[in-house]
């Protein structure tokens, strides 16, 4: 008799509900207008792109965007279902604290990461907090809410 089959890890509503943690996924008009020609220069605004919810879990979870010909492959890839040109390979890792909260560290990217609104970029290489609702701005036009229990913070 052949061994039972391996059981796939779970996803979805099932994994967040384990890590308490995950995070909507986006395109947001105001940033992409605000961000300035040097970025935004031949690109549109991904109308009727609907946000998307991805569990965070595991230790770390790199937010970038795929290339398959450099080996690639982000955990939350924003070159998919709309590419955010602005945003690299290895843009951010969130990374899980002891305690169950998560933290960003900036890996240098071209373009810039901005939290909750900052006027300027997050300097090169930051490690930074997060808490529930914190957006987090990268590219062009994308932006990840981190939410705790699936909610957003009001």
């Known amino acids: 008799m052949p061994p039972p089959a ?4 779970p996803t979805g509503p099932a994994q967040e509900a384990r890590t308490g943690w995950s995070a909507l996924v ?3 008009r105001d940033f992409f207008q605000s961000h300035g020609a ?3 220069a031949g690109l549109a ?6 946000p ?8 770390e979870v790199v937010v970038g965007r795929r290339n398959a010909a450099r080996g690639y492959f982000p955990d939350i890839d924003l070159s998919s279902p709309v590419n955010d ?3 690299s390979r290895r843009h951010v890792i969130l990374r899980q604290q002891p305690d169950g909260t998560w933290e960003l560290v900036d890996q240098h990217p071209v373009n810039g990461t901005w939290v909750n609104g900052a006027a300027a970029p997050l300097p090169a290489g930051s490690v930074i907090p997060l808490h ?8 062009a036009f994308s ?3 981190v939410r705790r229990n699936g909610r957003a913070a009001s």
């Open 26 to 28: 986006g395109a947001d």
């Open 38 to 40: 040097d970025v935004t």
């Open 6 to 9: 391996p059981v796939a890890a």
């Open 132 to 139: 529930d609702g914190d957006r987090v701005h990268l590219g």
């Open 85 to 87: 040109p602005a945003v």
């Open 52 to 59: 998307r919810e991805v569990a965070l879990c595991g230790p």
């Open 143 to 145: 932006v990840l809410q």
């Open 45 to 50: 605004f991904p109308e009727g792109l609907q």
